[in-house]
């Protein structure tokens, strides 16, 4: 395979990934988000760290990167609580797709941190992405009904902050093993004491469900991180939204759930700005 095909199988692979760890995060039944992040973060972090060993990598950063480093750690940390939140009490699928808002998010936060000025392309994806997304959530006078999704749309915040800082992370050249360590390792010291002080027995399939989506996780960080290694982003970036049919897909098979109609119109209004950007982009290289 070319470098092009094995950047798109790698992207494929991350999104099974990712939806194989939502669905192992739901199998796990009721316990707090809070202790379904540690168990995630924390096998992810072991996993950074033997990438590291293994690459005779430096733990150590530079302290000027310190802020971006904490930048990501404390928006990726919401938004894996708000992902997490959203899962057990949405579609997979609904749950899936409002995370998938992050490079809409990354587009607002590059503006005011990065100070990249958005082309009116890219504005009108915006609004038409939160379009979709207002279809997902559904907003009535009633809190409640929405509040989940909500959650989940915060989650998608929190991720495209994250992906802004890990941007200009790369951009200062730090690698990304050291990224993954420095995040995994922040998260799972923030919710330790909540864990400490409220943790819920947990049955051995319980357990096993959470170091599931802890190697999942991994797996999908580490799949995507190899496709953008092979090719830019601008090429590969549109097939991270197969996640959704593989959410779908699994939400069906395990819990019988199917997105009703105004979500998978959502679904459409989200891919389609998403796919209009890609090609847009594409476009721009070219000429």
């Known amino acids: 395979m070319n470098r092009k095909t094995r950047a798109v199988s790698m992207v494929l692979c991350s999104a099974f990934c990712f939806a ?3 669905l192992f995060v739901r199998l796990s039944g009721d316990l707090p988000s809070v202790q379904k992040s540690f168990f995630r973060n924390a096998i992810a972090f072991l996993f950074a ?46 749950a899936s797709m409002l995370n998938k808002l992050s490079p809409f998010f990354a587009i607002i936060f590059s ?30 006078f009633g809190l409640s009904e929405a509040f989940p999704s909500l959650i989940g749309m915060l989650g998608g915040m929190g991720a495209g902050a994250a992906y802004t800082a890990v941007r200009a992370l790369g951009g200062r050249g730090v690698k990304g093993p050291l990224i993954v360590l420095f995040f995994s390792g922040f998260s799972s ?32 960080q580490f799949s995507i991180t190899a496709a953008y290694s092979l090719a830019p982003a601008k090429e590969i970036s549109i097939y991270d939204y197969s996640q959704v049919i593989f959410s ?17 119109l959502g679904y459409l209004i989200i891919c389609g700005a998403s796919a209009w950007m890609f090609l847009w982009s594409r476009r721009v290289e070219q000429i």
């Not at 760290?49 to 930048?71: A, T």
């Not at 319980?206 to 999908?220: E, I, R, V």
């Open 49 to 94: 760290l033997l990438v590291l060993l293994r690459q005779r990598g430096s733990v150590h950063f530079r302290k000027s990167d310190l802020p971006l480093l904490l930048v990501r750690s404390v928006f990726g940390t919401v938004g894996i609580l708000c992902n997490f939140y959203a899962v057990d009490h949405l579609v997979l699928s609904d």
């Open 248 to 264: 779908a897909v699994l939400g069906f098979f395990f819990f019988g759930q199917l997105p009703d109609g105004l979500s998978v």
């Open 111 to 140: 503006f005011f941190f990065l100070h990249e000025r958005a082309k009116p392309v890219q504005v009108a994806a915006l609004v038409t992405a939160f379009a979709g997304a207002l279809c997902i959530i559904k907003p009535s």
């Open 20 to 22: 194989l760890m939502n």
């Open 189 to 220: 010291l923030c919710v330790l004491p909540w864990l400490l002080f409220d943790f819920h027995p947990m049955q051995m399939g319980q357990l096993a469900c959470l170091l599931g989506a802890g190697l999942a996780a991994a797996g999908g």
